[in-house]
């Protein structure tokens, strides 16, 4: 999707259901168990980004605190989910943080994708979220939306032209990429001190997405590849197959979800996917189908928490039985030696909003409408995995408001 210039245009404002909920808002984190709302004002939208080495978890994105434009925002949430800080940029209207990351010295780095068409603008916090003051134009112009961040190095890609871009942190370019990507969420990068793992990036026709051949690999600091892994499928009744997403583990190596195209049925696609095993040096170990042998939808990210590794794909199920129209998640989980622990769905209710004691009918006093959507990155914590939801609530006029809640992922 090309960026916008006026994301105004693409805003669906409240006014009426405003009135009746703006002093709930703006009191900010109702909490209940197994779910915190954690927007402010009227339209919210954050993304997990990292976890600090506190255990502090930060996300980034946009907001509306005062009703009207909206600004970038970073939310440090502790472990808990109360707030640790809250940092809104009320200089760069109509602008949003695509990316942030812990850096070595222990500062907080983060990008923003500026309103108009310029390059991107890099800031730095302290571990309390009081900017530093430090603030740099990237080597990069704003068409390279999309951005993945580590504590050495910046990646931008521009799906126009399907290249990317390596940056370091003081905004230099370290060199350009031929790296087009499966898609914008798919594309992801693991980093550390030397080097930066990536995976979901498309090895050939770019178009072909029948054959996508996702491959992972490893670069240093420079660009240079150090390997390059490209899977086999392991389903026979499958058409190409893609390394979607990874994660670090322990000795070095990968866990990685392998992703494989069985076709369509009146336009759904289907997959067959499989759990694989790579050494730090890309190279197979293990490969593990448990529990996967069935058709499902794309797989839409890979996390490692507490020990156990969830997989998490798009439910076939479309709305839940409430005002709620909700799309459920479907997790499967694992050991970290592969084993299947079994299978779990993430579904906002009524029940949980009454929770809150936000958005039912009863509150606003007329028809209301839920549209809730879960981010693609979960958010591991100390005690579970987490999902961040936006929540679009409107009333029979189609006026609304953009929330957001964390919510628990349940565990077999």
Not at 131 to 141: D, H, I, N, Q
Not at 210 to 225: E, R
Request: aromatic share 8%.
């Amino acid at each position: 999707m090309k960026k916008t210039t006026n994301p105004k245009g693409t805003r669906i404002l409240v006014r009426a259901l405003v009135l009746c909920l703006c002093a709930a808002l703006l009191a900010g984190g109702a909490w209940a168990e197994g779910i915190t709302d954690i927007g402010e004002g009227i339209f919210t939208e954050l993304k997990y980004q990292t976890t600090l080495a506190d255990g502090r978890v930060l996300l980034a994105g946009f907001g509306d605190p005062a009703g009207g434009d909206m600004v970038p925002e970073l939310l440090c949430l502790n472990g808990d989910r109360t707030v640790s800080w809250r940092y809104t940029d009320k200089i760069h209207i109509r602008s949003r943080y695509i990316a942030a990351a812990e850096l070595a010295d222990g500062t907080i780095g983060a990008v923003i994708w500026p309103d108009r068409d310029e390059n991107m603008i890099l800031q730095f916090f302290a571990p309390d979220g009081q900017p530093t003051g430090k603030e740099l134009r990237a080597a990069v112009s704003s068409d390279a939306y999309i951005c993945r961040a580590t504590a050495s190095r910046l990646l931008f890609t521009d799906e126009e032209s399907d290249y990317s871009y390596l940056l370091d942190w003081d905004g230099n370019r370290i060199t350009q990429l031929p790296l087009p990507v499966m898609s914008a969420e798919a594309c992801g990068v693991i980093g550390d001190a030397e080097s930066l793992v990536l995976f979901g990036v498309m090895d050939g026709d770019v178009e072909n997405w029948h054959n996508p051949g996702a491959v992972i690999m490893k670069k240093n600091l420079q660009g240079k590849t150090i390997w390059e892994t490209k899977p086999e499928c392991v389903w026979d009744d499958t058409a190409g197959s893609a390394y979607l997403y990874a994660v670090r583990m322990d000795d070095g190596g990968f866990l990685a979800i392998q992703s494989e195209y069985l076709g369509s049925d009146e336009g759904v696609p289907g997959y067959r996917n499989a759990l694989v095993k790579l050494n730090a040096s890309g190279e197979t170990e293990w490969v593990c189908t448990d529990g996967l042998e069935f058709e499902r939808r794309l797989c839409k990210g890979l996390t490692r928490c507490n020990g156990k590794i969830a997989a998490q794909f798009d439910s076939y199920e479309h709305d839940a039985e409430s005002y709620i129209l909700d799309r459920p998640l479907d997790f499967l989980w694992f050991d970290e030696d592969g084993k299947c622990l079994g299978n779990t769905v993430l579904r906002l209710t009524e029940a949980d909003l009454a929770q809150l004691g936000e958005y039912t009918p009863e509150q606003v006093g007329g028809y209301v409408r839920i549209d809730a959507r879960y981010e693609e990155k979960m958010v591991p914590m100390e005690d579970g995995l987490w999902a961040l939801s936006s929540l679009l609530v409107t009333t029979g006029s189609s006026e609304g408001i953009l929330d957001q809640v964390i919510v628990k992922v349940p565990e077999p």
